[in-house]
């Protein structure tokens, strides 16, 4: 650690920042009272915004078209007054091509489409013309317009949507390959890419075009965009990297209205999250946010809300924090998070006054910077009441205030608005307001029914009924800006409106009210796995078009966005099981999410509509999180006894002890959570002829006397079952799939057909698949740490592997020609302990692959050109050390290359997902190596000693990759002739283990079927 680091007072960087940020607020004043003083001085202020071509106003349109004090006006936000002056300069001096591009731009960025198509209509009537001069100004103005009218269209007229979609696409990519290093080609292909990056299914935004904008209010904007976007798609820790970066550049900029924007940037991304690490982040983010609005004192006698005055010279710039880096860690790539750490760290450990307990009041009494900003710029004001909401803890005052806010704010900015457009457009309210308040509203609506908040409390329906109400409209004013929202709070409501208790006993919940909702999938997802209306179901005629309406409704609004929703699969409450078979291209999937934190099953297959059911309720969910949470705090405590002790004997007791308690915790979960219902995560089969027939009659034998019967998918996969289950097994599925369709009166005549199933099966069969049949796993992150592979109904059935959300899937089969996919074991590559600290497993391994000839690094951190290539062109790349290896090669080097290795990382918690909150995916390593298309990733769930991994990591390898003749174990039972497949491979492997639960049912395999070439 170096002098200088040591000797940075956390508290004096944090006192400096405020400083650095308090000499700027003085210009951001002056700059506030100039930007129209020369209009003022020569119109009556009714006149000011009536354009003209008197030679006064050319002056005075001259003054403050400068360059200078156009980024005052983006800058403090007076973005309007800004289109204003650009729509005066263009009609006035209509061969300066650069204001047009800049009215262009800047209408699509604020959502004003009438603005746009004024623009759009000027350049039709007096399109540019090359002059040999500036013919590089004319090509980007022509690009510029074709772009924007693609994407007027695209946001105007629904029918049209597809052409304007591939018209941008293919404008966008034609610009993105223009090498020419010319700033206006990257000014091009920085609102190219922003424009794509707002289209439905677009992935990627060029982050790096941050730094060719044409202001710095072009870079705030990109980089808010850019950091709820990632937000929205549960990128936490990216959109948290994003918004820091925003807040530092907003410090070192001073512009104050950018301060407070980022400010509630980062606090609503934390607020968002559950994890600790988040946590304490919020807590400084309110701390800055209760500085920023406050008007007391604090010891360093410096705030933001202080009146204007002359600074005092500062002690030391913000480019001088130099907080301790620990040398225990080794260096890693710079990146945005890493960079913009070093700035919300200084804030850290900073107690602010206790008497400072609210934030500052708006008054326009008063005379501070804030309220001045405030009084005189809709954009800060909003971002003020913004801020009130996140430091209020999204109470429900706040949200009501918020609500009332933008109202006023909206009539406000009205007045500029028609100055801009004219008198013939009703205004509408800007679209970052919008999407502001959207963003608030569904955050309050959602921390309601977390509360599980009381529908009897008139009060409290009141005041939902208005938000829902408004904030519908209000998404309505910019659909494209607001989609996600807008359809999170359209699921919400409807979920309302379907509301009534579960039927199902094992659903019960006793410490739950009748508002539990339990059946909110089936309800959803019934035109996709319909059953017929039940006799035995009580439901008025008045609650069943309720429903009946709700699922119509949610048809047309998913067919409509279904492109969207592909994004959220995997993030919520559901284990899905699927059947892969030959045409894996067959495949259906669906969704089911369940907000009240209850566990559904959705099961695909190519030949059946879904099958979708509730499974437990939320108590028994997180009665069993906490029972896992138990046991991996025993497995953490227990495998550092080690380092304590050197008695072996008490080590190993202590280490046998907790595997017993998971060995017993296992079983006791499939009954918690999936009970009668657990044979149904077992692979479905396809069936012939005579299963068919077999299936009708089980749909026969189950009608009721009002006609009522199963559906054909719920029938196939009962065939499909009674291949592989005994009786009374069987028996109980059927009574569960009876009970929740409601024909519990019918479940004796359906289960009296077992016997024929099975003389069918005996007499030829009555499937169609041959070879083993994989299921895959889809776990909600709360329960991704649970080992559902060793569960006993996969007893035996090992062909199991996880996967993060069904798109993926396909994704990667897409990508490979042939499944599953066969590696030559011959092509390795392998990392062993880069921290040089495991000196036995070095000895161990090391020994061990050296008869294999694979290239490999050890004991060193390998050189991440060498960790990419290495990932892209061998066939199977194993890591053995600390983690995933995250350490020593950046997320980048994965994320951003196109892995073709099976990964297998044998570090402690290498695959671990940890959960960031509703709606979210979570962190992993798992996800880099998705996006990279990884095939297979192989790797553990929590901690495990290096001894133990070591000899599942040998294990394995004798058992899939080993050649006959390099075989080290040998087991006794004759059964280990050599296993091609990785999952099978992986299932015997753990028998090798001294603790079998504990270490080997912690690794798992994220990804598609992989075998072993001979």
């Known amino acids: 650690m170096s002098k200088k680091a040591s000797s940075v007072n956390k508290r004096d960087v944090y006192r400096n920042c405020l400083e650095y940020v308090r000499r700027y607020l003085v210009d951001l004043a002056v700059v506030q009272e100039e930007v129209f003083a020369n209009l003022k001085e020569e119109f009556k202020p009714e006149h000011v915004c009536e354009p003209t071509a008197s030679p006064k106003y050319l002056v005075a349109i001259t003054k403050l078209a400068s360059a200078h004090n156009k980024v005052k006006i983006y800058s403090s936000i007076k973005y309007y007054k800004a289109l204003l002056c650009l729509r005066h300069s263009i009609h006035l001096e209509p061969k300066s091509l650069y204001p047009r591009i800049l009215a262009l731009r800047w209408s699509v960025y604020l959502g004003e489409w009438e603005m746009a198509e004024m623009a759009l209509a000027f350049e039709k009537a007096k399109p540019p013309q090359k002059n040999g001069v500036d013919d590089h100004l004319v090509e980007q103005l022509v690009f510029m317009t074709e772009i924007v009218r693609a994407y007027v269209d695209f946001n105007r007229d629904q029918r049209s949507r597809a052409v304007s979609a591939k018209t ?167 990146s945005p998070g890493r960079i913009t750490s070093k700035f919300i760290d200084s804030f850290h450990e900073l107690t602010l006054s206790e008497t400072i307990c609210s934030l500052h009041e708006i008054s326009e009494d008063c005379e501070c910077n804030t309220c001045e900003l405030c009084s005189s710029n809709y954009n800060a004001a909003f971002e003020y009441w913004m801020s009130s909401f996140l430091y209020e803890s999204m109470s429900n005052d706040s949200i009501q205030c918020l609500e009332k806010q933008f109202q006023m704010l909206r009539a406000r900015v009205a007045v500029e608005q028609r100055a801009v457009l004219g008198k013939r457009v009703k205004p509408r309210p800007p679209s970052i307001m919008c999407e502001t308040f959207a963003m608030c509203a569904v955050r309050w609506l959602r921390s309601l029914e977390d509360a599980g908040w009381d529908h009897d409390n008139s009060a409290l329906r009141a005041l939902r009924e208005q938000i829902v109400a408004s904030t519908l409209k209000i998404c309505g004013y910019s659909s494209v800006r607001t989609i996600y929202y807008r359809l999170a709070v359209s699921q919400l409501e409807r979920i309302r409106r379907v509301l009534r208790p579960s039927s199902h006993d094992w659903m019960t919940d006793p410490s739950l009210t009748n508002r539990v909702i339990s059946t909110v999938a089936q ?52 284990v899905v099981g699927v059947n892969i078979v030959d045409d894996a291209s067959a495949f259906s999937s669906a969704l089911a999410m369940s907000h009240d934190g209850s566990l559904h099953l959705v099961k695909m297959h190519k030949d059946r509509e879904p099958i979708v059911m509730p499974l437990a309720p939320k108590t028994k969910v997180e009665s069993v999180k906490s029972m896992m949470d138990k046991i991996i705090e025993d497995n953490t405590r227990t495998s550092s006894l080690g380092k304590v002790t050197k008695d072996a004997k008490a080590f190993w007791a202590a280490r046998r002890s907790v595997d017993g ?69 069987w028996s109980r599925v059927v009574e569960r799939m009876c009970d929740f369709v409601g024909l519990s009166s019918r479940k004796e005549a359906v289960q009296e057909l077992y016997s024929n199933i099975r003389v069918a099966v005996a007499s030829g069969g009555v499937t169609t698949d041959s070879g083993p049949c994989y299921t895959f796993l889809i776990v909600c992150p709360d329960l991704t740490t649970f080992p559902w592979e060793v569960i006993p109904v996969f007893r035996n059935s090992p062909y199991v592997a996880r996967i993060p959300a069904v798109h993926t899937l396909f994704q990667t089969l ?47 951190i390998p050189d991440p050109d060498v960790v990419k290539e290495a990932l892209r062109v061998r066939d199977v790349f194993f890591y053995m050390g600390h983690g995933s290896g995250s350490r020593y090669f950046s997320r980048r080097v994965i994320s951003e290359n196109v892995i073709n290795a099976v990964s297998v990382l044998m570090g402690c918690g290498s695959v671990k997902l940890t959960p960031y909150g509703w709606g979210m995916d979570g962190k992993s390593s798992v996800y880099d190596y998705t996006v990279a298309q990884c095939p297979s990733v192989v790797g553990c769930l929590w901690t495990v000693t290096d001894g133990e991994i070591d000899r599942y990591f040998m294990a394995l390898v004798d058992l899939c990759f080993s050649s006959d003749g390099n075989r080290t174990l040998t087991g006794t039972d004759g059964g280990d002739s050599r296993l091609r497949v990785l999952v099978e491979a992986m299932h015997r492997a753990r028998s090798r283990c001294k603790l079998p639960y504990l270490t080997g049912a912690s690794v798992v395999s994220y990804g598609i079927p992989v075998i072993a070439l001979e």
């Open 168 to 334: 941008i696409l293919t404008m966008t990519e034609k610009t993105n390959a223009e090498e020419r290093p010319t700033f206006p080609i990257f000014e091009t292909q920085a609102f190219a890419n922003w424009v794509a990056a707002h289209l439905p299914k677009v992935a990627g935004f060029r982050v790096e075009n941050l730094e060719a904008c044409t202001s710095f209010a072009e870079s705030c904007e990109l980089r808010r965009d850019y950091a709820i976007e990632l937000l929205s798609v549960g990128m936490i820790r990216d959109a948290a990297a994003v918004s820091q970066l925003g807040l530092w550049c907003a410090v070192k900029s001073g512009v104050l209205f950018r301060i407070l924007q980022f400010v509630n940037i980062n606090t609503l991304v934390r607020a968002c999250v559950v994890q600790q690490e988040f946590k304490k982040d919020l807590r400084t983010c309110l701390d800055i946010m209760r500085t920023i609005y406050s008007s007391e004192n604090l010891s360093s006698k410096t705030s933001l809300g202080f009146t204007k005055k002359k600074p005092p010279e500062m002690l030391e710039f913000v480019d001088n924090i130099d907080l301790p880096v620990s040398t225990k860690t080794p260096p890693r790539c710079k």
């Open 661 to 729: 308690d998971l060995k017993n915790l296992i079983p006791r979960v499939q009954d918690i959570l999936l009970g009668a219902a657990a044979p149904l995560v077992l692979p479905s089969l396809c069936l012939n002829r005579k299963g068919l027939m077999m299936a009708k009659c089980l749909v026969s034998a189950s009608q009721s006397p009002d006609g009522s019967t199963l559906s054909l998918s719920y029938a196939k996969e009962l065939v499909s079952l009674a291949t592989k289950l005994e009786r009374a097994e």
């Open 814 to 860: 897409r990508m490979r020609k042939k499944v599953p996919v066969a590696v030559n074991a011959s092509n390795a590559f392998y990392i062993l302990d880069p921290d040089n600290n495991l000196g036995d497993t070095q000895r161990r391994i090391t020994d061990y692959v050296s008869k294999f000839g694979w290239n490999g690094v050890v004991g060193k």
């Open 523 to 574: 309800y959803l997802f019934s035109p996709i796995c319909r059953t017929a209306s039940s006799s035995d179901s009580e439901d008025s005629e008045e609650q069943k078009k309720a429903e009946e309406a709700a699922i119509a409704e949610a048809n047309a609004e998913y067919a409509s966005y279904n492109n969207l929703l592909c994004r959220s699969m995997g993030s919520s409450h559901d």
